[in-house]
Nanobody, 124 residues
Framework: QVQLVESGGGSVRPGDSLRLSCVASGHTFNRYPMGWFRQAPGKEREFIAAINVFGSITDYRDSVKERFTISRDNGKSTLYLQMNNLKPEDTAVYYC?????????????????WGQGTQVTVSS
């Protein structure tokens, strides 16, 4: 099974930026569509963004469009989430995940591999 490790979270002010990284083990990273999810305290985990295996197709949750950018570097087996203009409502634990089905997967149960999560806190 693929192992995923997120990093790059932290505590920032509204309007600041962060870039999250997710490094995958093994040599088959480019076989999996990837995605980012987040879970705020007391709330359900929600889809943030997804990317196909080639990095040519992406999809985003409406609330993060024009602020977040998902990308991948298959040569480095790494997934990224660039987060700009962060808002307090972005505060959550962010998870990267790998899917095994369609080119783009936005359903949580469609993901087979999950990272441990990284905390993002946005406050004044």
């Amino acid at each position: 099974q693929v192992q995923l490790v997120e990093s790059g979270g932290g505590s920032v002010r509204p309007g600041d930026s962060l870039r999250l990284s997710c490094v995958a083990s093994g040599h088959t990273f480019n076989r999996y569509p990837m995605g980012w999810f987040r879970q705020a305290p007391g709330k359900e985990r929600e889809f943030i963004a997804a990317i196909n295996v080639f990095g040519s197709i992406t999809d985003y949750r409406d609330s993060v469009k024009e602020r977040f950018t998902i990308s991948r570097d298959n040569g480095k087996s790494t997934l990224y989430l660039q987060m700009n203009n962060l808002k307090p409502e972005d505060t959550a634990v962010y998870y990267c995940a790998g899917a095994i089905g369609p080119p783009i997967e936005i359903t949580e149960r469609g993901y087979a591999f999950w990272g441990q999560g990284t905390q993002v806190t946005v406050s004044s």
